[in-house]
């Protein structure tokens, strides 16, 4: 493979928490050496001249959904992957929650296979926690280890037997498999299409207190602290959740959490009129979870942001909002939504990188995620000031269900590299 040298570069560390201009080399897909200003003449190197772009380790979004197999209309593994490297997201990790569910080693393969083929970016699966998520029986954990499961979870599908839950967990723990939750109550949150408060109450849409997501993840952290297993809260969304993470943390427990672009970018405000685009799971919450998610990000006690990308048919949102499919979709639109971060300088560019790429590189036991010599060379190149409007038409995923049609952005994905391979170029 040719060297690659990337030149007039604000390089992105969020390891180190700084930006600084300079230039990077690429060989082998992975990053070879790093050069302050100016650049190195490197013999027999193709130069890319970012003319003062940033560059920062690529994205790594833990959660997306992927039709295959059950609903390729919905999403392909193609389909997503060209969204994913036009939104700079290098690797992205599946949920098994498809149709059939991802429970065995066999579909595990499958995946794999159609991933590799099809795919222009890493693809790592999860599988699910228990036999067709039903919460009755936990899967072949260390089999489908073998088979590539970098997590297990049952997403959405909350184990409400706990004897289950925590067999599951002792034996993940036993074989170092990281097990991903999904906070709520199943009882307080079923049926619920809404934050429970004052705009759900005048709107008349069915809601759900934020203490079920504080008391589903006391339950999970009680879980843990009696098996000892790894264990990831998938989305932290109420501020009220926040103290009960706090402490496990605190107590030395292994957690970690997420939160997704969504509910750091929107609130229960922005359904307005009944916008089902805007319907996800758990529900927007209000104004002041929302700050007080940004502020957990800040000081680290979320540790990852992801998309929660969820392709939709037009089929199952044009519908009453009550009866529509929760989910938005994300992989192109997660760094520019995310930027508006940046520019109201909520969160800055090594914080908001720390959350995309470092840490959940670091909690499946990746390499990525750093701006180091001789991590891989997955890299994305953007223009955070480069103004435009978004036309969910002209998106990659085969579903268009984005809350940000016709939102004006500011930051542009322009280049995005795989190993040191130029997967995306917007000119």
């Given at each position: 493979m ?12 969020p ?19 790093i ?12 130069v ?12 790594v ?13 919905k ?27 991802i ?28 036999k067709?998520r ?14 590539g ?13 706990t004897?289950?839950l ?27 299409a809404?934050?429970?408060?004052k ?24 879980l ?7 264990y ?23 957690v ?9 970018t ?6 307005a ?60 639109t ?65 579903s ?7 939102a ?7 280049k995005?590299?795989?190993t ?7 000119r």
């Amino acid at each position: 493979m040719k060297r690659t040298l990337i030149v007039n570069a604000q390089l992105v560390d969020p390891e180190a928490g700084r930006v600084t201009p300079g230039a990077l080399l690429i060989a082998k897909g992975a990053i070879a050496q790093i050069f302050g200003e100016p650049a190195p003449v490197v013999d027999d190197a193709a130069v890319v001249d970012a003319d003062g772009a940033f560059v920062a380790p690529g994205i790594v979004d833990i959660g997306v959904k992927i039709g295959e197999p059950g609903e390729r209309h919905k999403e392909s593994y193609g389909s997503a992957g060209l969204a994913a490297a036009a939104g700079g997201v290098t690797t992205i990790v599946t949920r098994p929650d498809t149709s059939p569910a991802i429970d065995t080693p066999e579909a595990l393969e499958f995946v794999r296979r159609r991933a590799n083929e099809a795919a222009p970016v890493n693809v790592l699966p999860m599988g699910a926690l228990t036999k067709g998520r039903a919460g009755r029986e936990m899967t072949e954990i260390g089999l489908m280890m073998d088979a590539g499961a970098v997590a297990f979870t049952d997403c959405d599908h909350v184990v409400t037997d706990t004897k289950v839950l925590s067999r599951a967990m002792t034996y993940a723990r036993s074989l170092g498999a990281l097990v991903m939750g999904h906070p709520q109550d199943p009882g307080l949150s079923r049926g619920a299409a809404a934050s429970a408060g004052k705009f759900a109450s005048l709107r008349g849409i069915p809601a759900v207190s934020p203490m079920a997501e504080r008391m589903g993840l006391d339950r999970d952290i009680a879980l843990v602290e009696m098996t000892g297993a790894r264990y990831h809260a998938d989305q932290i969304t109420a501020a009220r959740a926040l103290p009960a993470l706090r402490r496990a943390k605190k107590n030395g427990f292994d957690v970690t959490a997420g939160t997704s672009m969504h509910h750091l970018t929107l609130n229960e405000m922005d359904v307005a009129d009944y916008r089902t685009f805007f319907k996800v799971k758990p529900p927007l919450r209000a104004e002041e979870d929302r700050m007080a998610l940004i502020e957990a990000v800040r000081e680290g006690l979320i540790d990852i942001i992801g998309s929660f990308h969820t392709p939709q048919d037009e089929e199952s949102k044009r519908l009453p909002f009550e009866e529509a499919a929760s989910g938005a979709v994300g992989l192109e639109t997660m760094l520019p939504v995310l930027l508006r971060l940046y520019h109201a300088e909520d969160l800055d560019l090594p914080t908001l990188f720390r959350a995309l790429s470092l840490n959940p590189s670091r909690r499946l036991g990746l390499d990525s995620g750093r701006m180091a010599e001789g991590a891989p060379a997955d890299l994305v190149m953007f223009d955070p000031d480069a103004p435009f409007i978004l036309d969910r038409f002209k998106l990659a995923s085969k579903s268009k269900n984005t809350p940000f049609d016709g939102a004006r952005l500011q930051g542009r994905v322009l280049k995005t590299f795989v190993t040191g391979r130029e997967v995306y170029s917007y000119r």
